[in-house]
């Protein structure tokens, strides 16, 4: 029901004890932090500790994520171990 959450380093203000803020923000925060664009169907919002806001994205779908080619990749690399025929 409780828990902390600490943020340091140059892309956090330090702005000391926030107020109650949601587990559902810690994700896109820290996307944020990292110059990811957050996804507009995630749950939370980018607390007011990072200095700069990437925006935001389309939802990241099963289809728009996979890659082909990776995926040949590793059924490739499995059959060359031996873990496929």
């Given at each position: 029901m409780h828990g902390i959450f600490i943020a340091n380093g140059p892309d956090f203000e330090s702005q000391g004890q926030l107020d109650e803020i949601s587990i559902t923000d810690i994700m896109p925060t820290?996307?944020?932090?990292?110059?990811?664009?957050?996804?507009?169907?995630?749950?939370?919002?980018?607390?007011?500790i990072v200095s700069e806001s990437n925006g935001t994205q389309e939802p990241i779908t099963r289809a728009t994520s996979r890659d082909n080619s990776?995926?040949?990749?590793?059924?490739?690399?499995?059959?060359?171990?031996?873990?496929?025929?």
């Open positions: 820290v996307l944020s932090a990292h110059g990811v664009a957050v996804p507009t169907d995630v749950d939370g919002e980018v607390l007011s990776s995926g040949e990749t590793v059924e490739n690399r499995l059959k060359q171990l031996g873990y496929m025929e």
